[in-house]
């Protein structure tokens, strides 16, 4: 990444979109504006957010975090427990996922070179405790085909456990997933015909689904077939899928970098495919030097829905020389090209 790209997406944090390019954003939608919970740190935005077993979670770009259970008129805090998390303090650096599975929530952090990323509590209070990787995760993902198999993607490295986060492994593929490639992200979504779909997206910029999640029984009764036509998807890693939970149909993808082509989306279950990447999303050219040098580059995380309105999400995270991250995100109304600042 040349000097003056890495120098753009830093100022970018601070209200500037591209190589001295200025950009005058847009008011957030009031719906956002409404259903948005406050940060005890004003200057904090919303970097995930996840609708799972009657409650919605949100998570900050300072580790804070909320829950508001279905029907109900508040937030409630779930960074922080009677006894400071039961005993254990979570990160401070930005929240990038949530998986919520047999009543627990586990959450994904960016942020602190060296600090535990992944940590789980009961999904109905907070009451933490970590996991035992220690890397920069931008997703995290429940298998459609076992409730119990998560996949965990860190800063190049992806880490799968097959048993609700007893043991974690670098090295394993997913049991539950009959799939050949690497694996890095899934979600749960409908087909066109409204039936239960699996997705998931591999380490070489393939998106593919299956729609056997209701019959396969066991891995070998599991296929996957490729998205086609391809719709011009990048050749690089696929970070995270996002389904919209109140519209199944609507999937998101984000691949690696921070790029015009890194996002993705469809409104109707994988029949065609839109790349919006305009108004104030910053962009950059994915640099395979950077990544190859081991050197820590920016990357969208995955892109969240706020329930029961037509916005989306997606947190920029932007690594600093020592790998502590910072975030920033920028919304979308879906069905519009243009991303604007939270």
Known sequence: MTTCKMACLVAMTCGAIGCGRQLVGVSKPQALVDWSPTAHDPSAQITAITTSGGRTYVGFSDGDMFFQPDGAAGWASYGQGPYGGCGQSIPKGPVTAFAVTYDTTFVAYAGTPGAPGIWRSPADRPCWAQ?????????????????IELIALGEGLRWVSSDLGGDWSQDAAPRSLNFAGDALAV??????????????GDREGHVSFSDDVATGTSPDQISWQPVTPDPGFPNRPVVAISVVPDRPATVWITFSGVAAD???????????????????????????A??????????????SA????????????VP???????????????????????
């Open 131 to 147: 996991e035992p990787m220690k890397d920069e995760f931008l997703s995290l993902s429940v298998s459609p085909f076992s409730s």
């Open 187 to 200: 979600a749960s979504g409908i087909s066109p015909a409204g039936a239960a779909r699996a997705w998931l």
């Open 262 to 288: 890194s996002l993705w989306t469809s409104d109707d279950a994988g029949q065609s495919w839109r790349n919006p990447h305009g108004g104030a999303l910053p962009i950059a050219e994915p640099s395979g």
């Open 290 to 303: 950077d990544a190859g040098e081991g050197k820590p580059v920016p990357a969208f995380a995955g892109v």
């Open 306 to 317: 706020i329930p029961g309105t037509s916005v989306v999400v997606v947190p920029v995270l």
């Open 320 to 342: 600093d020389a020592s790998g502590t991250v910072t975030a920033r995100s920028f919304w979308n109304e879906e069905g519009s090209g243009d991303w604007w600042p939270m």
